[in-house]
């Protein structure tokens, strides 16, 4: 499971990650026409990350975190 804040947000978006067990997982963020604008891997049990998102577009984002046993968790956003 993972939480993101601030939502909205103007700058940085923090993601509080927490497993039951040290995992690899990828986190994505697409956009609202479907494109990938950002995508980054991470390994661990729980994870305190900070995005920097100023280089994107006001909109709403969709971020995904998969897992490397297939596990898909997902969280809208907005960019302000």
Do not use: C, H, M, W
Request: aromatic fraction near 8%.
């Amino acid at each position: 499971t993972f939480t993101l804040f601030p939502n909205p947000a103007t700058n940085n978006l923090t993601l509080d990650i927490r497993f039951n067990s040290t995992k690899k997982s990828t986190l994505k963020i697409i956009n609202s026409i479907g494109q990938l604008v950002y995508s980054e891997q991470l390994q661990g049990k729980e994870i305190l990350k900070t995005i920097s998102i100023q280089q994107l577009s006001k909109g709403i984002y969709q971020l995904f975190i998969t897992t490397d046993d297939g596990q898909v968790s997902s969280k809208t956003f907005v960019k302000e």
